[in-house]
């Protein structure tokens, strides 16, 4: 049985690896891919090859615990089905629709610690959104909106989608979202953001002045996310921020450095900015929750907000290499894409 492997191997280099697959182990399972999802944010930095160096890809996922180089499988979003199982497995696995922190591969074994069997409820491209909702749940944990709250959100790419759709739940005062690509900023408003402006209009900075001048006692935002992926957006959102604002920056930036203004204004209005990243939660939330209880909340939150409407393109794993070109080259056109493997 043959496996169809997605690798990087240079910067703006994907290749398609055709691959014998070893023999399945008595504690583990053989899940054979249905869809995976394609991360515009962390995967972009791996395709540019601008991850940092000497940095675990990641920490926490077994699979992608080593430290950055090329060649590299890489990917994190995975659902599909598990047609067998080994000796030491209770057979009730077999034929489970299950999720997975895996590259992307047609087919994979791994124990079944390492799956999380997706609800009936949920089709297989709706489960494939679970990182990206995990993170959003996170970010909104880290930000903590409070009831009557201004809050902005920079970037409307994925996470920042999902994000916004989580903030809508609570009753805020304003909910205003920027970002630069039109398609972005319609689906925003389709998300629950009241307001959704263009970072790089001219006009952008009244308008945002206009609807913050009376909103807090210092005219601007309460909570403020940075989830745009530009280091320059920082610099916006502080310009933005009210006198003791979090600024919650999700962004990852791999080795693209931030020049930001920590003068007056940074310190004047006493502005928080917190760290926010989904390998670990915040120490003061560790006593009552952790990554299990986080991540079944994300799942639960799929069913409401079904995001398989932020899917844009569904490509062939043999096309992968299409699938980064155009989150590369045409971001303007792609918020959500997904490899698919009926052909594989």
Not at 119 to 147: C, H, K, Q, W, Y
Not at 174 to 185: E, H, M, N, T, V
Not at 194 to 199: F, G, I, T
Request: overall charge negative.
């Amino acid at each position: 049985m043959k496996n169809l492997a997605v690798q990087f191997t240079a910067p703006h280099k994907v290749t398609v690896l055709e691959e014998p697959l070893p023999s399945l182990s008595h504690h583990q399972v053989l899940v054979q891919t249905i869809v995976s999802a394609v991360s515009p944010g962390t995967e972009l930095l791996v395709y540019r090859g601008e991850w940092p160096e000497q940095l675990a890809v990641d920490e926490t996922i077994p699979s992608l615990k080593k430290g950055f180089h090329y060649p590299l499988k890489y990917g994190y979003a995975t659902v599909g089905r598990v047609i067998s199982v080994g000796s030491d497995v209770t057979p009730d696995w077999l034929g489970r629709t299950v999720f997975s922190f895996h590259p992307h591969e047609s087919r994979f074994m791994v124990d079944i610690e390492q799956l999380v069997p997706v609800p009936e409820t949920l089709s297989p491209e709706e489960a494939s959104f679970l990182p990206n909702m995990e993170t959003a749940v996170s970010l909104v944990m880290d930000g903590r909106p409070l009831i009557g709250e201004y809050v902005v959100v920079f970037g409307q790419g994925v996470v920042g989608l999902l994000t916004t759709s989580l903030l809508r739940r609570f009753p805020l005062a304003s909910l205003i979202a920027l970002d630069k690509y039109p398609l972005r900023r319609e689906t925003s408003l389709d998300c629950g953001a009241r307001v959704v402006l263009d970072p790089t209009d001219p006009g952008t900075v009244d308008a945002m002045n206009s609807l913050l001048e009376s909103a807090t006692l210092s005219g601007g935002a309460d909570l403020i996310y940075e989830i745009s992926g530009n280091p320059q957006a920082l610099d916006q959102a502080i310009a933005f921020a009210g006198f003791g604002a979090r600024i919650v920056v999700g962004s990852w930036y791999g080795s693209k450095r931030a020049n930001v203004d920590l003068g007056g204004r940074f310190h004047r209005n006493r502005i928080h900015i917190v760290s926010s990243q989904v390998s670990r939660l915040a120490p003061d939330l560790t006593g009552l929750w952790d990554k299990s209880r986080r991540l079944g909340l994300a799942m639960s939150l799929l069913e409401d907000t079904r995001p398989a409407r932020l899917v844009t393109h569904r490509i062939p794993i043999r096309q992968a290499a299409e699938a980064y070109r155009i989150l590369d080259q045409h971001p303007d056109r792609a918020v959500q894409i997904l490899l698919t493997y009926e052909d594989d």
